[in-house]
T-cell receptor, first 113, second 112 residues
């Protein structure tokens, strides 16, 4: 079975500071990993994914994520946060061989001016 | 929102009534999905469809029904058997055997 955990319900960061949103996963084999962002009363937007290859994945809006197999983590990062980054962020995992992803509960990112 | 439309944006229903939520995509994607989102619970899969005229139950299918008569359309019916239907409903699509999903803007259903 596949599962994903986002240990923080909320992350607060000052504008201009680096941000990290944490995600850990559990799968029986190699994972496909995804990050999505959701603004209030909107659908989810795809940010980035890890399939294979380089452990550091770059995505939309200056976000990146680092795949760490030994720690089973896929934390989302950005060097300098913007107030407009404030939103709900979801991590998702899919086992190779399973075509349905499992989503985390989401982390609310609040960037203070 | 990536070529997927959902209607209506807001929907109010009286207890005991069935309602149908629309989802249409023009991305030529084979797979379509319905999720339910409740505060603090992430996304839970209701139904998914890999191809036309075929669909599978997800984790919380009880009280819901779907159809997939056209590749572009995957409507969701919330029946009176669904005990707690008030939620935000999201439709998504993907190229089957590919990776990321594309989401519609969502429908917020409130049962009065």
């Amino acid at each position: 079975a596949q599962s994903v955990a986002q240990p923080e319900d909320q992350v607060n960061v000052a504008e201009g500071n680096p941000l990290t949103v944490k995600c850990t996963y559990s799968v029986s084999g190699n994972p496909y990993l995804f990050w999505y962002v959701q603004y209030p009363n909107r659908g989810l937007q795809f940010l980035l994914k890890y399939i294979t290859g380089d452990n550091l994945v770059k995505g939309s809006y200056g976000f990146e994520a680092e795949f760490n197999k030994s720690q089973t983590s896929f934390h989302l990062k950005k060097p300098s946060a913007l107030v407009s980054d404030s939103a709900l962020y979801f991590c998702a995992v899919r086992e190779r061989g399973s075509y349905i992803p499992t989503f985390g509960r989401g982390t609310s990112l609040i960037v203070h001016p | 929102d990536g070529g997927i439309t959902q209607s209506p944006k807001y929907l109010f229903r009286k207890e005991g009534q069935n309602v149908t939520l629309s989802c249409e995509q023009n991305l030529n994607h084979d797979a379509m999905y319905w999720y339910r989102q409740d505060p603090g619970q992430g996304l839970r899969l209701i139904y998914y469809s890999q191809i036309v005229n075929d669909f599978q139950k997800g984790d919380i299918a009880e009280g819901y029904s779907v159809s997939r008569e056209k590749k572009e359309s995957f409507p969701l019916t919330v029946t009176s058997a669904q005990k707690n239907p008030t939620a935000f409903y999201l439709c998504a699509s993907s190229i089957w055997r590919e990776n990321e999903q594309f989401f519609g803007p969502g429908t917020r259903l409130t049962v009065l």
